[in-house]
């Protein structure tokens, strides 16, 4: 058998911890714990990296119809194929991600696929109305960062969306650019102080050419606040 890599080992602890793995890779990983340490200390260190973040994704009530309408999706899907493993019915935890662990996992999966050092500083972006997650901020060092879409954004023909940041101290907040919808943007923060855990982020709406005033004018379309996850 091909030996274990520490990046194989870590990134098979972080799909545990995240609830991603299939059934039968999560009792395999179940299995090893007890004898494992290295594979032990790898999830025991994902589970503190993520503690933090799980404050990011607000609690929400679900709706008392919630489960008979997952109840009614099984019925279908069991008919459809009756030796399919509950645990792997997509429609199931699509319905189930709407509860509130949404954003957590996205951020996982960023964590999970970066090829670059993982990031320091990590933000989600909600919108104020319904919490719903839209934007990931990801910060692999102090000088740069990447706001990255999760869905499709719809701005007016004449509007823009921009970019703000404020951390504690700050005078006002700072613009860091405009923001094409459903493009990813690197952003360099070298005229910027260090990040901070708790610093502010936002997308506004403003006018075809940002805020005239340099300063938030629109409505906030999305918001969040930097943790620490190194």
């Known amino acids: 058998m091909t030996s274990e890599s520490a990046q194989d080992r870590d990134e098979l602890a972080g799909e545990y911890v995240l609830g991603t793995l299939s059934f039968e890779q999560r009792i395999e990983v179940q299995r090893r714990l007890p004898n494992d340490p290295e594979l032990r200390a790898a999830v025991d260190a994902w589970?503190?990296?993520?503690?933090?973040?799980?404050?990011?994704?607000?609690?929400?009530?679900p709706s008392a119809l919630l489960w008979p309408r997952i109840e009614r999706s099984l019925d279908r899907l069991t008919a459809k194929a009756p030796s399919t493993s509950w645990w792997n019915l997509l429609p199931l935890w699509r319905g189930?991600?709407?509860?509130?662990?949404?954003?957590t996992l996205i951020l996982g999966s960023i964590l999970?696929?970066?090829?670059?050092?993982?990031p320091s500083f990590l933000v989600v972006l909600v919108a104020p109305q319904d919490k719903a997650p839209g934007w990931v901020i990801q910060a692999s060092n102090s000088h740069e960062i990447?706001?990255?879409?999760?869905?499709v954004v719809e701005v007016p023909a004449d509007k823009a969306l921009e970019f703000w940041t404020k951390a504690d101290g700050w005078q006002g907040p700072v613009s860091l650019g405009l923001v094409k919808p459903g493009q990813a943007l690197s952003v360099p923060l070298d005229k910027l102080p260090p990040l901070q855990p708790n610093q502010l982020f936002e997308l506004t709406l403003e006018g075809a050419n940002g805020s005239p005033i340099g300063k938030p004018t629109g409505p906030i379309q999305a918001i969040g606040r930097a943790v620490k996850v190194l």
């Open 112 to 118: 999970l696929t970066q090829t670059t050092p993982k």
């Open 146 to 151: 990447q706001l990255i879409p999760l869905g």
């Open 47 to 61: 589970e503190r990296r993520l503690l933090e973040l799980t404050d990011l994704a607000p609690s929400q009530q």
């Open 96 to 103: 189930l991600s709407a509860i509130g662990l949404a954003a």
